[in-house]
């Protein structure tokens, strides 16, 4: 009995051994498995993270360029560019240059070379204190023989040249303090005739960090040749214009041609892509992730301390719970560290680069992103707990406010454009996407996404607006002659147009000077707009010409609106000069009379009126 109960010991001993060592084996193998897969695996992850950012520093690149093409293109487009070119007179184009400078802080130099490649207007950015100076006419250059010049001219309307990236050079060496910088041009043409170009000097440094900054990865910037842009190692940033400085295929021999001949590649910790589509130069730069051996490290020891626990789990449970176990878990793992990965990685992106707030179902702040505060500099404490009144600008009209807020309880997206206000009083203007969030059925609160959209609106506002008046320009009104005219052809509402301009302008400018005769432009354009109808809009034409567009009024009642205005200027005792007078054009808008056509008549009226002696209104013939 004892001896079988011993017997029976042994034996269970024995089956307990070579199970247990069956179990070691199992569990070995199970190790060796996971960690070969776990290779793979930290692969996969580094070429989704890679393939993350690239799209989003592609998405910022691509952003930045067409912004600052928009730039030239509205210089190229406004009123003052042109007037310049008729006049001489630098002050507006100053003016427009010195506006766009402020706009942007990583403006360096912009400049207007005329047909010949002669520097007429350039404003310089004085690095030591950032202020912009306008640079003296004694100190402009000829470009005619530079290449950015010769290429530009060489482009039609609307087409830009880009330069490659490089160090800024200043009389023959490269700046020290390194500058790297980028340039943009555009040709400009008035009726098809070639004018010359205008080109903006880019900071690129700032540009430069956005692109190489990464938590995952030490990023290459690298161009056709395999010549270095940026570096990870700053000091060994361009080898191209450096002595000393090894180029990417001294770094990596092995792979240099998978890169340059291909705009995709990838291999074991190497990652490039192709950003030269983005750019009008013969650089086609690239980007080539290399991730940190931190990062990769982790990754690993996190799959191989899943690993670990799974051969224990082999271990201490039965042998086919714990091979099922051991796959399941290790796949389980693997795909929540990288979906949590992807989430925290998307979350910080979205955090630092996207103007984000959440309220609750009364409108009271409980959450802002990053970008949120850096842009409006307010801090989370100072905003959260309050409404989206603190930010109100005093301009919106009330009609904004309450549009947003019945749409957006009725469940529905708002999307529009509001004007607020930053901590420091400045203006800014965003275009907010505010979206209900809903839970069981109900409202429980408002997400909102915004873009600043301050640059733009300030173009759009320069590219409408005379510089000098503040009035609309001719860009403005020949849209408010096209729109007078639809409701013309919709409801047959009559209109007409007041055409005017100052008698003996030209001898008030050489007598008391064209400071003396912009204040009267100035005061001209007080006068009239105090003196007009709501309905009515009121534009500079040009030089001393103004022009009133009279809403839903025909030919006799615009006279005698013209005449008051008239005897009211007449009467009027300006500064320095005393009495000034206009002269002024009548017409009332035809059928089927093309705009030009109406101003051209009212033209005609206005230079009989100056025949007949001046300082009388004229009615256009019909």
Not at 137 to 143: G, S
Not at 270 to 282: A, I, K, M
Not at 531 to 560: K, P, Q
Not at 571 to 584: A, L, N
């Amino acid at each position: 009995m004892n001896k079988n109960i011993f017997l029976s010991k042994k034996y269970y001993f024995i089956f307990s051994l070579y199970f247990l060592g069956f179990g070691i084996i199992i569990a070995l193998l199970t190790l060796l498995i996971n960690y070969n897969s776990s290779l793979t695996d930290v692969d996969n992850k580094l070429k989704i993270m890679a393939k993350t950012e690239v799209e989003f520093k592609r998405n910022f690149l691509s952003n930045y360029i067409s912004n600052m093409e928009r730039l030239l293109s509205s210089i190229t487009k406004n009123d003052i560019a042109l007037q310049y070119t008729e006049t001489g007179d630098k002050n507006n184009i100053n003016n427009l240059f010195y506006a766009l400078g402020y706009s942007n802080n990583e403006i360096m130099q912009l400049r207007y070379i005329n047909a010949s490649g002669h520097e007429e207007v350039r404003i310089d950015r004085n690095r030591i204190n950032n202020e912009l100076q306008i640079v003296d006419q004694t100190k402009l250059q000829d470009k005619s023989q530079r290449y950015y010049f010769k290429e530009t001219s060489r482009l039609m309307a609307n087409q830009f040249w880009h330069s490659n990236i490089d160090l800024n050079i200043e009389y023959g060496k490269i700046e020290i303090p390194y500058r790297p910088t980028f340039r943009v041009a555009t040709p400009f043409f008035i009726d098809n005739q070639f004018k010359g170009i205008f080109i903006v000097n880019l900071s690129f440094k700032n540009i430069l960090k956005i692109l190489a900054q990464s938590s995952n990865f030490n990023v290459y910037l690298f161009d056709v040749s395999g010549e270095i842009i940026h570096h990870p190692g700053a000091k060994d940033s361009w080898s191209k214009y450096l002595e000393n400085k090894q180029s990417l295929g001294e770094i990596y021999p092995e792979y240099i041609n998978d890169f340059l001949n291909n705009n995709s590649f990838n291999s074991i910790n190497l990652y490039s892509n192709y950003l030269g589509d983005l750019f009008n130069n013969t650089e086609n730069l690239k980007i080539l992730f290399v991730p940190k051996s931190q990062v990769v490290d982790k990754m690993k020891y996190n799959n191989i301390y899943a690993a670990l626990l799974i051969a224990g789990t082999i271990l201490f449970i039965s042998i086919p719970l714990s091979w099922i176990a051991s796959i399941a878990p290790s796949k389980l793992q693997t795909r929540l560290a990288d979906a949590y990965d992807k989430i925290k990685h998307s979350t910080d992106l979205i955090n630092n680069n996207v103007m984000i707030s959440v309220t609750d179902k009364d409108g009271v702040i409980v959450k802002i992103s990053s970008y949120f505060s850096k842009l409006t500099g307010y801090t989370p404490q100072d905003l959260v707990g309050n409404s989206h009144n603190v930010l109100k600008h005093p301009g919106t009209p009330k009609e904004t406010h309450q549009n947003l807020w019945q749409t957006i309880k009725s469940g529905q997206i708002w999307t529009g454009e509001i004007q607020n206000v930053k901590k420091n009083g400045e203006a800014f203007w965003i275009e907010s996407v505010i979206t209900p969030e809903f839970y069981n059925g109900k409202i429980e609160g408002f997400t909102a996404i915004d873009h600043d959209i301050t640059d733009k609106k300030m173009i759009e506002k320069m590219s409408i607006t005379d510089s000098l008046t503040g009035l609309y320009n001719r860009n403005k009104l020949k849209d408010i002659l096209s729109q007078e005219m639809c409701r013309f052809d919709r409801y047959n509402t009559n209109f007409s147009v007041i055409f005017f301009d100052i008698d003996f302008f030209k001898k008030i400018n050489d007598t008391y000077g064209h400071p003396v005769g912009d204040d009267i432009l100035i005061q001209l354009a007080i006068i009239i707009k105090g003196n007009i109808r709501e309905t009515d809009i009121v534009s500079r034409w040009g030089g001393e010409e103004f022009l009133i567009v009279a809403s839903e009024s025909a030919l006799e009642m615009t006279f005698s609106f013209a005449e008051k205005i008239r005897i009211y200027i007449e009467k009027y005792q300006f500064p320095d000069v005393g009495q000034v007078t206009i002269s002024c054009g009548v017409a009332q808008y035809r059928k089927g009379e093309a705009t030009s056509d109406l101003v051209s008549r009212a033209d005609k009226a206005l230079y009989e009126a100056k025949n007949l002696g001046r300082n009388r209104v004229v009615k256009a013939l019909s």
